[in-house]
């Protein structure tokens, strides 16, 4: 913003001449530092909602997500996790899981899984 103010000081002060080349590079330098200064702030306001809307989608999906990790067992020694009844619909119950697998289930049942 500063150096949109400066340049239109500058014209104040020193007048361009009748030469169109002087009055051309202050047009240009006129309209392009304003939107060289916006350009940035876009980036950041569409960064910024970007991430609104993702933090919202992982907040409306955290409960059901904590709800079915937190009624899974893990067995150390045979290195699986499961559950031990029904806990969501398309959550396998009394079937062995790799991590990974249950992994998969708990990020799906949030609904993290398509972010």
């Not at 809307?53 to 067992?73: C, D, E, I, Q, T």
Request: with cysteine; glycine share 10%; proline share 10%.
């Amino acid at each position: 913003m500063l150096l949109y103010v400066l340049c239109i000081d500058s014209l104040r002060i020193h007048p361009p001449s009748g030469s169109p080349g002087q009055v051309t590079v202050y047009l240009i330098g006129l309209f392009i530092v304003p939107v060289g200064l916006s350009v940035p702030l876009v980036a950041i306001l569409i960064a910024a909602v970007k991430r609104s809307n993702r933090s919202g989608k992982v907040l409306a999906g955290r409960n059901r997500a904590r709800g079915v990790w937190s009624h899974a067992y893990y067995c150390h020694r045979c290195g699986v996790a499961y559950w031990p009844y029904p806990t969501e619909p398309g959550v396998p119950h009394r079937v062995p899981l790799a991590p990974s697998q249950f992994r998969w289930h708990v990020w799906n049942t949030g609904g993290y899984a398509k972010l």
